[in-house]
């Protein structure tokens, strides 16, 4: 998952913004293998519709594990710059 701890994050000067927007960018791809496998089921035979449905819901929760974690470290962060912690850089 490419997760990284608080103290890491702060340390290579990384903001909340910078982990909300990659929050944001695993929602985004969330929603672009779902349209994807909107137009793919409308022309696949139902067998490929299954295999590709039980992929498609491998990967999206792959993706919303991403965006809960970096969501949360995002929050995290911000309340320490917030509480003015010294942490926070």
């Known amino acids: 998952m490419n997760a990284i701890s608080i103290d890491e994050a702060f340390a290579q000067g990384s903001s909340w913004h910078q982990m909300a927007s990659i929050a944001k960018f695993h929602e985004s791809a969330i ?26 819901e491998r990967e999206v929760e792959q993706h919303r ?13 911000r309340k320490l710059s917030e509480d003015g912690s010294p942490h926070a850089g």
């Open 65 to 77: 594990r991403r965006v809960d974690y970096f969501r949360g470290l995002a929050h995290r962060m």
């Open 31 to 56: 929603n672009q293998k779902l349209n994807e496998a909107n137009r793919n089921r409308k022309r696949d035979a139902d067998w490929k519709a299954r295999a590709a449905r039980q992929q498609l």
